[in-house]
């Protein structure tokens, strides 16, 4: 298959270029604006090919490992770049509800105009499948387990860009026939995330550095934390699996775990790895957060055939690991 993965250079699209090289016989090429990832991360998987803007270069899928330059912002060239593809998986986003509440506008074109850019793009070049990467910020404040089919209140302008986006995707696959498939991700943790703001990152580099852990809140509110491994074997059948197209599906493990209880955890596999004590202490709630958040997956496992299966203890050695070593 012909793989076009906006923004690749991020840890959850390099992790999906590792399994696709690993697997063999595939073409990928790489649209980033370099924003967060870099030429380098992506060197870090394997040579690539970098492509100008010319239409003509762009037309040719030669390379096993390509990137392109820019910004689905950019209407054009998204267009040009994902020309000839078979799947397109739509990473490229402002991500998270802090800087969202910062800045709503940017977040909003970037998550909105850009997915709609994506999105045209997939039509005009016919594309077989397009994968959006959405999150549970969309069904916002409820009570979980959240599924596919409540109805969305999102609770901060991050989760209402989302939204917008999964509603985009949803009209173009009953007006124009592309195939979207729309996954809402738990709180996702894995090797590679040395430049995520997220909990587990941050929170093994505050560690590693000899600084105090701070968790907004009390520490009781609940999140559904999911390994990168299963999250990229989803993306992969989302992509991939007949009969799916239009669907939405939650991507995370049924199971809800307190901040509190995650970063216990999280203290033991430090000083398992690193043999380092760290600590931690409350701090004020953050404006915009959901309490409780966790997700059935039910219907994921029955249409994808997918379930996930790394434990959160595991999974979280192995991303100790990955920061120490």
Same mark, same amino acid.
């Given at each position: 298959?012909?793989?076009?993965?906006?923004?690749?250079?991020?840890?959850?699209?390099?992790? &999906?270029?590792?399994?696709?090289?690993?697997?063999?016989?595939?073409?990928?090429?790489?649209?980033?604006?370099?924003?967060?990832?870099?030429?380098? #991360?992506?060197?870090?998987?394997?040579?690539?090919?970098?492509?100008?803007?010319?239409?003509?270069?762009?037309?040719?899928?030669?390379?096993?490992?390509? &990137?392109?330059?820019?910004?689905?912002?950019?209407?054009?060239?998204?267009?040009?770049? =994902?020309?000839?593809? #078979?799947?397109? =998986?739509?990473?490229?986003?402002?991500?998270?509800?802090?800087?969202?509440?910062?800045?709503?506008?940017?977040?909003?074109?970037?998550?909105?105009?850009?997915?709609?850019?994506? &999105?045209?793009?997939?039509?005009?070049?016919?594309?077989?499948?397009?994968?959006?990467?959405?999150?549970?910020?969309?069904?916002?404040?409820?009570?979980?387990?959240?599924? *596919?089919?409540?109805?969305?209140?999102?609770?901060?302008?991050?989760?209402?860009?989302?939204?917008?986006?999964?509603?985009?995707?949803?009209?173009?696959?009953?007006?124009?026939?592309?195939?979207?498939?729309?996954?809402?991700?738990?709180?996702?943790?894995?090797?590679?995330?040395?430049?995520?703001?997220?909990?587990?990152?941050?929170?093994?580099?505050?560690?590693?550095?000899?600084?105090?852990?701070? =968790?907004?809140?009390?520490? +009781?509110?609940?999140?559904?934390?999911?390994?990168?491994? #299963? &999250?990229?074997?989803?993306?992969?059948?989302?992509?991939?699996?007949?009969?799916?197209?239009?669907?939405?599906?939650?991507?995370?493990?049924?199971?809800?775990?307190?901040?509190?209880?995650? +970063?216990?955890?999280?203290?033991?596999?430090?000083?398992?790895?690193?043999? =380092?004590?760290?600590?931690?202490?409350?701090?004020?709630?953050?404006?915009?957060?959901?309490?409780?958040?966790?997700? #059935?997956?039910?219907?994921?496992?029955?249409?994808?055939?997918?379930?996930? *299966?790394?434990?959160?203890?595991?999974?979280?050695?192995?991303?100790?690991?990955?920061?120490?070593?």
């Amino acid at each position: 298959m012909k793989w076009l993965i906006t923004g690749g250079c991020g840890f959850i699209g390099r992790a &999906l270029i590792r399994r696709l090289l690993a697997e063999g016989g595939h073409q990928i090429r790489v649209f980033d604006n370099l924003s967060v990832g870099s030429r380098e #991360d992506l060197a870090s998987e394997a040579e690539f090919a970098e492509l100008s803007d010319e239409i003509d270069e762009l037309n040719t899928w030669s390379e096993d490992l390509a &990137l392109v330059v820019g910004d689905i912002l950019d209407a054009s060239l998204t267009e040009s770049a =994902i020309s000839g593809a #078979d799947a397109v =998986i739509h990473l490229a986003a402002n991500t998270g509800v802090g800087p969202s509440v910062e800045d709503p506008h940017s977040d909003c074109h970037t998550n909105v105009i850009g997915t709609l850019n994506v &999105l045209e793009g997939c039509r005009n070049a016919k594309v077989g499948r397009m994968v959006f990467a959405s999150s549970g910020a969309p069904i916002g404040v409820q009570e979980p387990p959240l599924h *596919e089919e409540m109805a969305a209140h999102p609770a901060s302008p991050y989760g209402a860009s989302k939204l917008a986006g999964e509603g985009y995707c949803s009209a173009y696959y009953h007006c124009f026939d592309v195939e979207t498939v729309v996954l809402r991700f738990g709180n996702v943790y894995g090797e590679g995330s040395t430049k995520k703001a997220s909990v587990v990152a941050k929170f093994i580099k505050q560690a590693l550095a000899g600084e105090t852990l701070e =968790i907004y809140g009390d520490g +009781t509110q609940t999140r559904d934390f999911i390994y990168l491994g #299963d &999250l990229v074997q989803a993306v992969y059948l989302a992509a991939t699996v007949k009969g799916v197209g239009g669907e939405c599906f939650q991507i995370a493990t049924s199971a809800e775990t307190n901040l509190a209880g995650l +970063t216990e955890k999280l203290l033991d596999a430090i000083r398992e790895v690193a043999g =380092i004590e760290a600590t931690w202490i409350n701090g004020e709630q953050r404006q915009g957060d959901v309490e409780r958040n966790f997700s #059935d997956t039910s219907k994921a496992k029955a249409r994808l055939n997918w379930v996930a *299966e790394t434990t959160l203890e595991d999974g979280l050695r192995k991303t100790v690991k990955f920061f120490v070593h």
